[in-house]
């Protein structure tokens, strides 16, 4: 997401051949927004306002690699992952796939631009049929999009692609109920890989599962990556994981992207105050580490995104807020080769040694809930 | 958690079954503990390894009549609260010990007023007038750092943001200055940052009000700033118990060593695999003969697979239950 995020009216691309395929990203999603909108009255529903759950978000994606979006609950990054998807319809921007703007195309022609797009979700008991079998299940893909000839042909590649995942293939007569949560994610991952895609969007693949299976299924993720040359969009709240499968990491707050960077710099030089707060509220399994840490405990709560603050959007929650913040957005600038972030003052809280003003600490436990500049 | 004449809590040999269609689901096996005053415990365990259970057990909660306690002791403050009578045990509950819950949402009464269910327990416990409790129940709020707490009061929990549902709750729970806490996956459901936020407050009252408190979680991490010991549940046993230091610098236990390594922590390579554990946790309807951990492990031995390891000291207050020492792969 380097280039993008400036002028990108002037030089849109018509057609087919575009920038994305020129700079080799493999997606490239500009000025993405999606709003909802929020309805008022019973017998006559009037739009009282939007939901801005993603707002105004520029980035890209290389073939064969792993970008992370990270952010809490409610800061869009699953409603990104949507809308790449087209589960929802973008509100605007331009999603270019492979160098097709998929968001111009027909239902039809936008299908088959997609059959190299998939997506595994976040819960694993939800996004499985459970009136199909789990060979019903990973064999759909190929009837829908026409793949084999025969019956047989079809059957051999799901027997593959059990066998892919760490399953059986004596498994694919059975239903998803008989299975684990994990078990259900590598079904899930089976059913993404069936169609032989180059870019999987991950929605929180782990999040629902147990400790020790969560490790199985990034095992399993990385393992594919790597025979696969699938690109990965890995959505998730958890630092550590995020951290860990991708190559590069987006940090999402309220709609926006606020950092974004290599998966080495986000710890060693984290420069956006949210990002900071973030990766110091990680918990580590350290004990005399965790007595010694200097904590950032941010002040209340994510506010509202139907009525996001003004100037830069973390303001009110920042211990290192100044005037000009409640103004003024700040725009994405780049700080070093694949290091960008968007906040005024980054340079000067990175000098300061990024220990936040004494304030910080005092008002940590006493502001407004949902903290709004209104 | 050695013999100490001081223990708040003791909790010896505990098992708790559940009947259920399709048989018994033995959920905690012979489980023993105990809680120092003003120590904090951790009881570290994936889904289905009875660390609920086991504390739903000391308030007497366990759902009759499927549910059962079926041996056991919980000595809280010198008396079997096993053996204790109904009325006696809701003198305890929440008053001198209180639990919050996972979900601030399906824990707190949506048609009450947050203060209102404050003051109950206040009323009921402590026989205070209505003026005093609502006065408490006030000064309880900005305790917990909700801000406004005269407005906050009037509240319905459906007006409050998760993070202050959960101080709300707090706020509940230590009303009557519980001598022990027991929290029951506080933050789970909650943000990182506001789970940072939780976790500091219920440090900060933990001094203030000198309770004992038991955090019950599944992040290993969390327990690894908060917790004077840790006891690191699988299948309804307790594997590994020991001071935090121990368990973190020292781990003993083949389960332990797996949990520990199945985090990415925020310095790892991209290149370095997570060593997963194998495999899938037990069937609790039908638990293996001997070690519930034996299918899983690396260090397994025919022995493991035909009876449950009994509890081995491997350092000072530091205990397992298993057979193999993981240094050397050799028996112990």
């Known amino acids: 997401m380097s280039t993008a995020s400036t002028g990108s009216d002037s030089d849109r691309v018509d057609g087919s051949e575009t920038a994305a395929s020129r700079n080799g990203a493999l997606l490239e999603v500009r000025n993405l927004k999606k709003y909802f909108p929020v309805h008022r009255g019973t017998f006559i529903r009037r739009i009282s306002g939007h939901v801005h759950a993603v707002d105004d978000v520029t980035f890209k994606v290389n073939p064969g690699e792993t970008l992370g979006l990270v952010g809490e609950s409610g800061c869009g990054k699953s409603t990104t992952g949507y809308s790449l998807m087209h589960i929802e319809e973008p509100t605007s921007g331009e999603v270019f796939f492979e160098g097709h703007d998929i968001v111009q195309l027909s239902v039809q022609e936008r299908r088959s631009a997609r059959r190299r797009m998939q997506m595994i979700f976040q819960d694993p008991y939800g996004s499985l049929n459970p009136r199909m079998t789990v060979g019903q299940i990973i064999e759909e893909p190929l009837i829908v999009h026409n793949l084999y000839e025969s019956k047989a042909d079809r059957l051999s590649r799901t027997q593959e692609l059990l066998e892919l995942v760490g399953l059986a293939p004596y498994h694919a007569a059975r239903y998803p109920h008989e299975f684990s949560g994990g078990q259900r994610q590598r079904i899930a991952t089976a059913r993404a890989l069936a169609v032989t895609p180059t870019f999987i969007v991950c929605d929180e693949p782990v999040s629902a599962l147990d400790v020790s299976i969560q490790a199985q299924i990034i095992n399993l993720l990385q393992d594919l990556q790597q025979d696969f040359g699938v690109a990965y969009l890995f959505i998730a709240h958890d630092l550590k994981v995020v951290r860990h499968i991708s190559d590069r990491v987006a940090v999402m707050y309220l709609g926006k992207i606020v950092e974004t960077t290599v998966s080495d710099e986000l710890y060693d030089r984290p420069l956006h105050p949210y990002t900071r707060a973030l990766l110091s509220a990680v918990p580590l399994p350290d004990p005399d580490l965790e007595r010694k840490r200097e904590r950032i405990i941010l002040p209340g709560d994510v506010p509202s995104p139907i009525n996001p603050p003004s100037g830069c959007n973390f303001h009110p929650r920042c211990p290192w807020a100044q005037e000009r913040c409640s103004q003024e957005l700040p725009q994405l600038e780049t700080v070093a080769p694949g290091h960008e972030v968007a906040c005024h003052f980054w340079k000067e809280i990175e000098d300061g040694g990024g220990v936040p003003p004494v304030s910080a600490a005092i008002h940590a436990t006493s502001t407004t809930p949902t903290a709004s500049p209104e | ?332």
Do not use: W
């Open chain 2, 1 to 332: 958690m050695t013999q100490n004449a001081q223990s708040l809590l003791q909790i010896r040999d505990l098992a708790v079954e559940f009947s259920t269609d399709d048989g018994i689901v033995k959920a905690v096996n012979g489980v023993s503990y105990e809680v120092p005053a003003g120590h904090a415990i951790g009881i570290v365990g994936e889904s289905g390894s009875g660390k609920s259970v086991s504390q739903l057990a000391v308030m007497r909660l366990i759902a009759r009549p499927a549910g059962r306690i079926t041996r056991g002791e919980v000595i809280f403050d010198g008396e079997n609260l096993l053996e204790a009578s109904e009325s006696g045990m809701r003198r305890i509950r929440g008053n001198r010990i209180s639990m919050i819950f996972q979900d601030p949402m399906n824990s707190l009464n949506p048609v009450y007023t947050v203060g209102r269910q404050i003051e109950e327990s206040l009323r009921l416990h402590q026989g205070s007038s209505k003026d005093e409790a609502h006065a408490r129940a006030i000064e309880l709020l900005d305790l917990v750092g909700i801000p406004s707490p005269e407005d906050r009061v009037k509240d319905y929990p459906h007006q409050l943001s998760g993070g202050m549902q959960q101080r709300a709750m707090i706020a509940m729970a230590i009303a009557c200055n519980p001598e022990l806490l027991i929290a029951d996956e506080p933050s789970t459901a909650l943000d990182v940052t506001i789970q940072a936020q939780v976790i500091e407050l219920l440090g900060e009252l933990r001094e203030k009000l000198n309770m004992s408190v038991i955090l019950i979680t599944h992040d290993l991490a969390l327990v690894a700033g908060f917790c004077d010991e840790v006891a690191v549940m699988y299948a309804g046993y307790i594997v590994e118990q020991g001071p935090a230091r121990e368990i973190f610098y020292n781990p003993q236990h083949p389960y332990t060593l797996g949990l520990l390594g199945s985090v990415p922590d925020l310095k790892s390579s991209r290149d370095e695999k997570l060593e997963a554990i194998p495999g899938v946790p037990p069937d609790m309807l039908a638990l293996p003969p001997g070690c519930p951990y034996a299918e899983r492990c690396s260090f397994a031995r025919d022995e493991c697979l035909t009876v449950v390891p009994e509890l081995q000291e491997v350092g000072t207050a530091h205990t397992i239950r298993c057979i193999v020492d993981v240094k050397s792969g050799a028996l112990r």
